[in-house]
């Protein structure tokens, strides 16, 4: 999976004269819906050879609206708002170690999280057919994220949080198919990129704990993929 992301986000950086052109007109105005979601559950997870009478269950969902104007023919500017929530729980989870006495046990253990992000991407598209109704798209985004997140136990399991703001520049490659003249579906998935964050710890409303964080993380991200449509104008 990995060298296949790269392989196909090389090429949208290469040249592409090889490629049909005009996939995307200039000044070509698009609208369009993104969003995914994703439903865990601890019954089917038969990898986990290491946790007994594991009863947990945790849900994803993502909406992302987007606006795009292309400034000239397979290049686009755009605006993007994202909102994603993520939930989940673990009724009772008992943990044994092979070759070791130690057990260990987990009960009513919930944990939530929400986050809003913003971003202006730039898009550079690649026609794979002369039709140009297939096309390869390669997104550049400066995103600012926040999130709160938190864990616990029971009623007291929100009580407590992580608040995180985060300033990342990011690399998303994807795929555009026009089912219509003017309605096409789009299929993305994030693979890191540059970052700087922000987390502040709070108990009982005041903060406790503060940190700084940055880097460089590239790898595919569950929680940026995503299906959508979009109208052209």
């Given at each position: 999976?990995?060298?296949?992301?790269?392989?196909?986000?090389?090429?949208?950086?290469?040249?592409?004269?090889?490629?049909?052109?005009?996939?995307?007109?200039?000044?070509?105005?698009?609208?369009?819906?993104?969003?995914?979601?994703?439903d865990?559950s601890?019954?089917?997870?038969?990898?986990?050879?290491?946790?007994?009478?594991?009863?947990?269950?945790?849900?994803?969902?993502?909406?992302?609206?987007?606006?795009?104007?292309?400034?000239?023919?397979?290049?686009?500017?755009g605006?993007?708002?994202?909102?994603?929530?993520?939930?989940?729980?673990?009724?009772s989870?008992?943990?044994?170690l092979?070759?070791?006495?130690?057990?260990?046990?987990?009960?009513?253990?919930?944990?939530?999280?929400?986050?809003?992000?913003?971003?202006?991407?730039?898009?550079?598209?690649?026609?794979?057919?002369?039709?140009?109704?297939?096309?390869?798209f390669?997104?550049?985004?400066?995103?600012?994220?926040?999130?709160s997140?938190?864990l616990?136990?029971?009623?007291?399991?929100?009580?407590?949080?992580?608040?995180?703001?985060?300033?990342?520049?990011?690399?998303?490659p994807?795929?555009?198919?026009?089912?219509?003249?003017?309605?096409?579906?789009?299929?993305?998935?994030?693979?890191?990129g540059?970052?700087?964050?922000?987390?502040?710890?709070?108990?009982?409303?005041?903060?406790?704990?503060?940190?700084?964080?940055?880097?460089?993380r590239?790898?595919?991200d569950?929680?940026?993929i995503?299906?959508?449509?979009?109208?052209?104008?």
């Amino acid at each position: 999976m990995k060298k296949l992301l790269c392989t196909l986000t090389l090429a949208l950086l290469l040249p592409c004269a090889v490629f049909a052109e005009g996939f995307m007109p200039k000044k070509a105005v698009s609208l369009g819906f993104q969003g995914s979601y994703f439903d865990l559950s601890g019954s089917n997870a038969s990898v986990m050879l290491l946790l007994e009478q594991l009863n947990a269950r945790g849900t994803y969902f993502s909406v992302a609206p987007y606006l795009s104007w292309c400034y000239k023919t397979d290049r686009c500017i755009g605006l993007k708002l994202k909102y994603s929530n993520a939930t989940g729980g673990i009724a009772s989870l008992d943990l044994n170690l092979p070759g070791s006495d130690m057990e260990m046990g987990v009960q009513d253990l919930q944990a939530a999280s929400n986050s809003f992000v913003g971003e202006l991407f730039h898009r550079s598209y690649m026609g794979l057919d002369d039709k140009n109704r297939f096309g390869l798209f390669l997104d550049l985004a400066l995103q600012y994220q926040q999130t709160s997140s938190s864990l616990g136990k029971g009623a007291d399991s929100r009580s407590d949080y992580t608040l995180t703001r985060m300033a990342k520049l990011a690399a998303r490659p994807g795929l555009e198919v026009f089912v219509m003249n003017n309605v096409s579906s789009t299929v993305s998935i994030g693979i890191g990129g540059l970052y700087v964050s922000g987390s502040s710890i709070y108990q009982g409303g005041a903060v406790r704990g503060q940190k700084i964080s940055s880097g460089a993380r590239f790898q595919p991200d569950i929680t940026d993929i995503s299906m959508g449509i979009a109208v052209h104008f």
